[in-house]
């Protein structure tokens, strides 16, 4: 049975934390989270997401933390996250559908586990990244 996130219309337009892990979330449809633009923590860790439209993060320019960890992506458009300049932490480790590593690294923003964070964020850290990252 799939399950695809999507939240069209919420009434919780203000909502600065959404925690959706352990949900059984199998896909996250374009713009599913446009109506809340004002979220800064994303967790959508321990699903199992196989898919994500390459438009599904698009409005989040406050995000701050994007957990998408334990989950089943084979590709992750890393191209999404340039309009996220506050972007401090983003997990992406222990994916069962492939390997999402952005020049060496599935984890930014956590001292002792990947790379170093950058002080100008996720986003910049993978720009300036010496490997290209992989988009779908």
């Known amino acids: 049975r799939q399950r695809q996130m999507c939240i069209r219309d919420s009434p919780y337009t203000a909502a600065t934390r959404l925690h959706l892990q352990e949900n059984d979330i199998t896909t996250v449809g374009a713009r599913a989270f446009a109506t809340l633009a004002a979220l800064e923590i994303l967790r959508l860790s321990h699903n199992a997401i196989t898919w994500m439209a390459a438009t599904s993060l ?12 334990h ?3 084979g590709a992750f458009d890393y191209g999404a996250l340039a ?19 952005c020049g060496g690294e599935d984890q930014w923003g956590i001292l002792g586990l990947g790379s170093t964070p950058d002080p100008n964020g996720v986003a910049a850290a993978v720009a300036s990244s010496t490997t290209r990252c992989a988009s779908p």
């Open 71 to 73: 989950n089943r992506l």
């Open 83 to 101: 309009q996220m300049a506050g972007l401090r932490i983003l997990w992406l480790y222990d994916q069962g559908g492939g390997d999402l590593r």
């Open 58 to 69: 698009e409005g989040l320019t406050r995000l701050e933390r994007l957990s998408l960890h």
